[in-house]
C-alpha cells in the first residue's frame, strides 16, 4: 500500500502487506515517521515515490532535488525509487502545474528526457523507475505512441518502469488509447512494480483522483499486465477520502485475486511496436532542444493556468477541458488542506484557478484563494471571521534561529 500520514496505523495494522511506497517530498530523512521505522523494523521494504522533479521537462534536473530523493533512498535503505515520465513546471518565469503533465511524445522531446533521465541515474544510489502518467491533454505534434516513448526511452537509458495500469485505463477513456496494446508494446521486462487505484468519471473525463473505489475496468488492465507478465510488485494508492480497512483490505484481496489468477501466458508476450529514430541528431544543439521544449510546455502551462491565449495548434476545446480538471485537481488538494475555505464553493475555486497559477505551494493557493473570496465581499459575517482565521494560520512561519532549510523540500504538492 501507499503509506500516507492520514492513515499510518491502518497500514501499520494491514496483514500480509509486503512493502510500502511513500511520497518521498512528503518526508525528512533526518527525522523518518515513527511509523516509516516500525516497519521498516518488521522487514518491510520502503520504496520514495518522487512527484517534483520534472524529468520531462525542458530544464535539466535540479541537483537539489535530486540530492533530496538520493538521501530518502538512503535512509529507508530502499532498492530502487521511482518518479514520472511528465513535466510539473515550464516558461520563464517557470509556472508550477500542481500536477504531472504529458510530455510531447516526439524524437525531440525524447533526447532530452533520455539525457535528463542519466543524470538523474548518474545521481542516485539506486536504479530508477519511471511511471507513465494519466494525460489531461495530448500534444498534437506526437509522432509516437506512449509506449514507444517509453520503449525507446528504456532501450536509451536501462531505467525500470512502473506502469500505472489505472493511467492506462485513464487515457483509454480520455483518449482512446488502447491499453492492452500499449501493454504489448511496452518493453514489460524492464517493470519495477505497478499501480493501481481508483478514480471517477465526471463530464466524459476520467480524474485518477486516487480517493475513490477501484474500478472493475483497472482491475482488467491489471488482468492484462498479469497475462503478460509477473510483476514484482503491485500497489494500491490513495490519495484522500480514505475509507474503513475493511473496505482497503477488500480492495487488497481484489488485487492479490487477480495476481493470484495463475502464471503468465507463455504466448501472450510482447509483440513489439518498432522502433523509434536511435537518437534525435539533426544538427541542432542538444540545448535549441531544450529550449523549444522548454517554451513549448511553458505556453500551454500558462493556457492552462493562468488564463493565456491557446496555442494555435492545439485544440481550445480540449485544452478548456484540461484546464477545467487541473484546477479540479487543485480544488481537491486545497480541500484536503483546508475544507472550510473551500466548502460550496468548487466551481467558484476551478474559475479562480484557471487563471491563478500555483504559486507557493498548495498552501498559498488556499490562502490565495481565501484572499480571493474575501476582496469579492458578500460572504456572512462567520464566514469572513473564519477565512480570516484560516489566513492567519497559514500564513509564513519564520524558521527559528539555526534552523537549516532542508534541501528539496519547498512545499509544493503534485498529485500523481
Same mark, same amino acid.
Request: proline content about 9%; aromatic content about 4%.
Given at each position: ?21 511513500? %511520497? ?87 533526447? !532530452?528526457?533520455?539525457?535528463? %533521465?542519466?543524470?538523474?541515474? $548518474? ?30 526511452? !528504456?532501450?536509451?537509458?536501462? !531505467? ?24 504489448? $508494446? ?60 475493511? =473496505? ?51 505556453? !500551454? ?38 475544507? =472550510? ?24 493557493? %488556499? ?50
Amino acid at each position: 500500500m501507499g503509506w500516507r500520514p492520514d492513515i499510518d496505523l491502518l497500514v501499520e495494522r494491514m496483514p500480509g502487506l509486503d512493502w510500502v511506497e511513500v %511520497v518521498a517530498e512528503s518526508i525528512c530523512p533526518a527525522h523518518l515517521p515513527k511509523s516509516l521505522q516500525l516497519l521498516r523494523e518488521r522487514g518491510l521494504t520502503v520504496v520514495p515515490h518522487g512527484v517534483g522533479l520534472g524529468l520531462g521537462g525542458g530544464g535539466r534536473p535540479d541537483p537539489e532535488r535530486l540530492a533530496a530523493l538520493a538521501d530518502r533512498a538512503v535512509a529507508l535503505g530502499s532498492p530502487l525509487v521511482s518518479e514520472h515520465v511528465a513535466f510539473v513546471r515550464a516558461g520563464s518565469p517557470a509556472l508550477e502545474a500542481g500536477h504531472l503533465l504529458p510530455v510531447p511524445r516526439t524524437r525531440e522531446a525524447l533526447a !532530452v528526457v533520455a539525457e535528463n %533521465v542519466r543524470i538523474a541515474q $548518474d545521481a542516485l544510489p539506486v536504479p530508477l523507475a519511471l511511471e507513465n502518467t494519466s494525460a489531461l491533454f495530448a500534444w498534437p505534434e506526437d509522432e509516437l505512441t506512449e509506449a514507444q516513448f517509453l520503449a525507446e526511452l !528504456v532501450e536509451r537509458t536501462g !531505467v525500470r518502469l512502473l506502469v500505472d495500469v489505472a493511467n492506462l485505463h485513464a487515457n483509454h477513456v480520455n483518449f482512446c488509447a488502447d491499453p492492452v496494446r500499449a501493454l504489448d $508494446d511496452l518493453p514489460l521486462h524492464a517493470v519495477a512494480y505497478a499501480h493501481v487505484a481508483g478514480g471517477v468519471e465526471r463530464d466524459g473525463f476520467w480524474h485518477d483522483t486516487h480517493a475513490h473505489p477501484l474500478t472493475e475496468p483497472v482491475l482488467d488492465v491489471l488482468a492484462a499486465l498479469r497475462t503478460r507478465t509477473d510483476p514484482p510488485g503491485v500497489l494500491l494508492e490513495r490519495d484522500g477520502d480514505y475509507p474503513m480497512a475493511q =473496505e482497503l483490505s477488500r480492495e487488497l484481496d481484489a488485487i492479490r485475486a487477480v495476481l493470484a489468477a495463475g502464471p503468465p501466458d507463455p504466448g501472450a508476450g510482447p509483440t513489439g511496436c518498432g522502433r523509434a529514430a536511435s537518437e534525435a541528431d539533426d544538427g541542432v544543439p542538444a540545448q535549441a532542444h531544450r529550449a523549444r521544449l522548454d517554451r513549448a510546455q511553458g505556453e !500551454v502551462l500558462a493556457a492552462l493556468t493562468a488564463g493565456a491565449p491557446v496555442p494555435g495548434r492545439f485544440d481550445p476545446e480540449h485544452l478548456a477541458t484540461a484546464s477545467r480538471a487541473l484546477a479540479a485537481k487543485r480544488h481537491e488538494v486545497a480541500s484536503r488542506i483546508a475544507p =472550510e475555505v473551500t466548502e460550496g464553493a468548487r466551481q467558484d475555486f476551478i474559475d479562480w484557478a484557471r487563471t491563478n497559477p500555483l504559486r507557493g505551494g498548495a498552501r498559498s493557493d %488556499v490562502a490565495g484563494f481565501a484572499r480571493h473570496l474575501l476582496a469579492r465581499g458578500g460572504l456572512p459575517a462567520a464566514r469572513r471571521r473564519a477565512l480570516r482565521r484560516r489566513l492567519r494560520e497559514l500564513a509564513p512561519r519564520r524558521p527559528s534561529p539555526g534552523t537549516a532549510r532542508i534541501p528539496g523540500i519547498r512545499g509544493r504538492k503534485v498529485t500523481s
